[in-house]
T-cell receptor, first 115, second 110 residues
Framework: GAGVSQSPSNKVTEKGKDVELRCDPI?????LYWYRQSLGQGLEFLIY????????KSGLPSDRFSAERTGGSVSTLTIQRTQQEDSAVYLC?????????????FGEGSWLTVV | GQSLEQPSEVTAVEGAIVQINCTYQ??????LSWYQQHDGGAPTFLSY????GLEETGRFSSFLSRSDSYGYLLLQELQMKDSASYFC???????????FGSGTQLTVLP
């Protein structure tokens, strides 16, 4: 597609349930990022994939969070045993290279509400 | 580690000029970029400075001083549609992820 695609756009889940969020990056982009943004807050880095290199998982807040990227393209962020504090918008972004102009392209986000 | 500091809020009137500052602390530095985010929308790239000086893109300009670890975004001829959050961001040498500041909420008044 033309841009970064994320699904679902909105998800309401019960506390304790697992959720999966999907990101389809721009075709040809080797770098993929996940960020979390709580209402009115900044962008919190979660995880970064670059090509076939080991991902940078330094931002994952707990072991309930995990992510994978299959075939160097689509990525899935999984949150296990969701808690109310996990409610946020989860933003995926991609870029054509690891460095360069620091330009990354964001999707519209997956809005997660844990009730 | 790396951190970027910016004011939380700025208010200005339509037609005015506003400057949003950003100071950073990083181990190694590959330049400063700026993103705009409207309420409910995705952040979008505005500008990037790799070297010291001013970069101009239409009504928006961005400045970087590497020796002062400081940059700013300058918005001229403000319009109501410029009301949004603005984030500075930087990628340091050791880490590969792009770190964002906490964002500045700009409100443009009529």
């Amino acid at each position: 597609g033309a841009g970064v695609s994320q699904s679902p756009s909105n998800k309401v889940t019960e506390k304790g349930k697992d959720v999966e969020l999907r990101c389809d990056p721009i075709s040809g982009h080797t770098a993929l990022y996940w960020y979390r943004q709580s209402l009115g807050q900044g962008l919190e880095f979660l995880i970064y994939f670059q090509g076939n290199s080991a991902p940078d998982k330094s931002g994952l807040p707990s072991d309930r969070f995990s992510a994978e990227r299959t075939g160097g393209s689509v990525s899935t962020l999984t949150i296990q045993r969701t808690q109310q504090e996990d409610s946020a918008v989860y933003l995926c972004a991609s870029s054509p290279a690891r460095e360069g102009r620091n330009t990354i392209y964001f999707g519209e986000g997956s809005w997660l509400t844990v009730v | 580690g790396q951190s970027l500091e910016q004011p939380s809020e700025v208010t200005a009137v339509e037609g005015a000029i506003v400057q949003i500052n950003c100071t950073y602390q990083t181990s190694g530095f590959y330049g400063l970029s700026w993103y705009q985010q409207h309420d409910g929308g995705a952040p979008t790239f505005l500008s990037y400075n790799a070297l010291d000086g001013l970069e101009e893109t239409g009504r928006f300009s961005s400045f970087l001083s590497r020796s002062d670890s400081y940059g700013y975004l300058l918005l001229q001829e403000l319009q109501m549609k410029d009301s949004a959050s603005y984030f500075c961001a930087a990628r340091s040498g050791s880490a590969r992820q792009l770190t964002f500041g906490s964002g500045t909420q700009l409100t443009v008044l009529p």
